[in-house]
């Protein structure tokens, strides 16, 4: 059966930092292709990040590059987001997507995810 778990959400100050973790069982993420997208509420999943399986491609967003980088350990199982100067509009649900390296609208939500982690950015 098929989990991911993401974590590493919390509260941080605009401009701060805080590095997401998903972990992955019930199937071996070292195959997979792998996202982080993120929900507003009454808002779609927004594509955040994308890493290739073998971490030979990845892309951001243009709202996030050069603050956040998506990073993975195979051997774990387990995929990262380090983000860094987060803002106030960032302050939201995050997700690990399986299998998919980017994905725009409606079409991020045919992908299997957690139940996310809550990111708080206040001062």
């Known amino acids: 059966q098929v989990q991911l778990v993401e974590s590493g959400g919390g509260l941080a100050q605009p401009g701060g930092s805080l590095r997401l973790s998903c972990a992955a069982s019930?199937?071996?993420?070292?195959?997979?292709?792998m996202s982080w997208a993120r929900q507003a509420p009454g808002q779609g999943l927004e594509w955040v990040s994308g890493?290739?399986?073998?971490?030979?491609?990845?892309d951001y967003a243009d709202s996030v590059k050069g603050r956040f980088t998506i990073s993975r350990d195979n051997v774990q199982n387990t995929l990262y987001l380090q983000m860094n100067n987060l803002q106030p509009e960032e302050a939201t649900l995050y997700y690990c997507?399986?299998?998919?390296?980017?994905?725009?609208?409606?079409?991020?939500?045919?992908?299997?995810r957690g139940q996310g982690t809550q990111v708080t950015v206040s001062s």
């Open positions: 890493i290739y399986s073998d971490s030979t491609k990845i």
């Open positions: 997507l399986k299998g998919v390296f980017s994905c725009e609208g409606p079409v991020c939500d045919d992908f299997e």
């Open positions: 019930g199937f071996t993420l070292g195959m997979w292709s």
